[in-house]
């Protein structure tokens, strides 16, 4: 009986040293959060040819390429400028230059050619986050 008892309460003891390191894996475990996708503001989203357009690209968490360019809706690259260079943009936020990538928040201000064609167009960059391209359309009238 004695010999029962010790068995049954050994096994007891393996089931809750089990439970505990059971709950200690998978129950006290804290959600990771998502990787941060990058992405572009325009300001204003209308403008007259030959005006100023402000654009702030918030880069994802792996940051995105030095070059931004303008297209037309057809995909007509009209412009393409270094955005991380500090004298183009201003850096908001983050470590904003390494290499061939920028990092953080960056505004800049970009003066749209009075030769465009009214239509729309818009801003992109690569994201390497998403390992893709972002971007953002605005209206020339």
Not at 62 to 82: E, F, I, M, P, T
């Amino acid at each position: 009986m004695r010999e029962e008892v010790i068995g049954l309460l050994g096994i007891f003891l393996i089931m809750l040293v089990g439970l505990f390191y059971f709950i200690q894996l998978g129950g006290y475990v804290t959600k990771v959060s998502e990787a941060q996708q990058g992405y572009i503001e325009i300001e204003p989203i209308v403008v007259n040819a030959g005006e100023v357009v402000y654009v702030t690209v918030h880069t994802g968490d792996q940051g995105a390429y030095k070059y931004l360019s303008l297209h037309r809706a057809n995909g007509a690259r009209v412009h393409r400028v270094n955005w991380c260079l500090n004298g183009i943009s201003e850096c908001i936020s983050g470590d904003c230059k390494r290499g061939h990538k920028c990092e953080g928040v960056r505004k800049l201000s970009l003066t749209t050619s009075v030769g465009w064609v009214p239509g729309i167009y818009y801003a992109r960059v690569y994201d390497y986050e998403v390992d893709d391209y972002i971007s953002k359309t605005f209206e020339i009238q």
